[in-house]
């Protein structure tokens, strides 16, 4: 398999925070193979779901906004589902097909079975639980206080470790799209509003706000759909990273007002699942996480093993569990930039090494992950896998 390098004249790489950034810190070798490959596009798990909840989150807040639909909670059946399969053609037509037994994509009068359990569709599977959890808890609070919805964020830096001859550019492009909310829609927002009880109990936020020298500020929101990551863990600092990186390049556009904060929504943690489950079982026995439970949360946690339901947690805990508030910080913003300048210079490495010649999984590092492995396509022949599917050659 060949690189395709466009011509030499001029060229900048340009790098998507969360489709190339976070895309080869999960795993540079699985990156490489669904975004430079000529294999056909298939989406790791997360990826698709990541995909599809931006869309359903956009698509319905638009909906919202022309007065179409105000009221929530909305009904699955007659309002969700409509988003959905809007926001599924338009992946399918980008070639993203949903992973099996994640996402029914027939309507009632679809007679063949598919990846469905069987004929009798809609199939509200594991996507659309978790968008109809993410669209009425969030929606009422959150639609509210957008100003602004997939704004388009580009920056241009230099290219690290740039050397004459060899590097494919002396600089490169970051992009990013995010929702704003803006100060003004804050203070107009009913005093119901969660999102705003959690900001004024935010006390790095506080602090922001009353050495704020103009009465306008910003708050950028981005969705995760996943688990919310344990502390220290590699997802939980580069989303603070992403935060930081969006600031940064939110401070470059001129009709910007100053970020004082960002929220992520980890929509997962509305539904666990299994393996989410699992992973938060270990994590409260080892207090690796900063939303801990009490009570009967805490005790549902503990004695579930992955024989029993999935139980039902308190509402307040799944809020404060899905929400992630991560204020501005010229420091860190430095320091995140550095991070990604790293992951760059890592990225045109491997591929200075395979235009050099070398084989694909020689050029390209791998981090094995089990869970990162078992959804990915490329575990039969990757020699590191963590997977224990056997091995194939390609
Ligand atoms: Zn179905």
Redesign the pocket.
């Known amino acids: 398999m060949s690189l395709s390098i466009r011509s030499k004249p001029y060229i900048i790489p340009e790098y998507s925070l969360t489709g190339d950034l976070l895309a080869y810190l999960t795993c540079p070798l699985q990156y490489r193979y669904q975004n430079k490959g000529t294999l056909p596009p298939s989406m790791p798990i997360q990826l698709w779901f990541g995909d599809f909840i931006h869309g359903v989150m956009e698509e319905a807040y638009l909906k919202w906004k022309e007065n179409e639909w105000k009221d929530f909670p909305w009904d699955w059946e007659t309002q969700i589902r409509q988003i959905e399969l809007e926001i599924h053609k338009r992946m399918e037509s980008r070639g993203l097909q949903p992973p099996a037994n994640l996402f029914?994509p027939?309507t009632e009068e679809d007679e063949h079975q598919?990846l469905?359990?069987d004929t009798?569709?809609?199939?509200k599977l594991v996507a659309s639980i978790r968008a109809e959890a993410a669209l009425n808890t969030w929606g009422p609070h959150l639609f509210p206080l957008v100003d602004d919805s997939e704004v388009r964020l580009k920056g241009i830096r230099d290219m690290p470790h740039y050397q004459k001859g060899t590097s494919r550019s002396n600089y490169y492009g970051v992009t990013g799209i995010i929702d704003v909310l803006s100060s003004v829609k804050l203070e107009e927002a009913s005093d119901r509003n969660l999102i705003i009880k959690y900001l004024h109990r935010d006390p790095a936020f506080q602090e922001k706000l009353a050495n704020l020298d103009s009465d306008k500020y910003e708050v950028i929101v981005d969705y995760k759909g996943m688990k919310r990551p344990s502390i220290g863990s590699p997802s939980w600092d580069h989303h603070y990273w992403q935060v930081q990186t969006y600031a940064w390049l939110r401070s470059l556009q001129p009709e910007s007002n100053p970020v004082l904060i960002g929220i992520l929504f980890y929509l997962n943690e509305l539904s666990l699942f299994k393996e989410d489950l699992a992973e938060l079982k270990r994590e409260v026995k080892e207090e690796s996480t900063d939303i801990m439970p009490d009570g009967g949360d805490r005790e549902s946690i503990l004695k579930w093993n992955p024989k029993h339901r999935i139980p039902l947690f308190s509402e307040s805990f799944r809020h404060l569990r899905s929400i992630r508030m991560i204020p501005m910080d010229e420091v860190s913003l430095e320091r995140s930039l550095q991070e990604f300048d790293n992951v760059v210079a890592d990225i045109e490495g491997s591929i200075i090494n395979e235009v050099d010649g070398q084989v694909i999984q020689a050029s390209w590092k791998t981090n094995p992950d089990k869970r990162t492995c078992d959804a990915c396509d490329y575990k039969t022949f990757c020699k590191n896998s963590a997977s224990t599917k056997k091995l194939t050659v390609p």
Do not use: E, K, N, Q
């Open positions: 029914c027939f598919g469905c359990p009798h569709h809609p199939h």
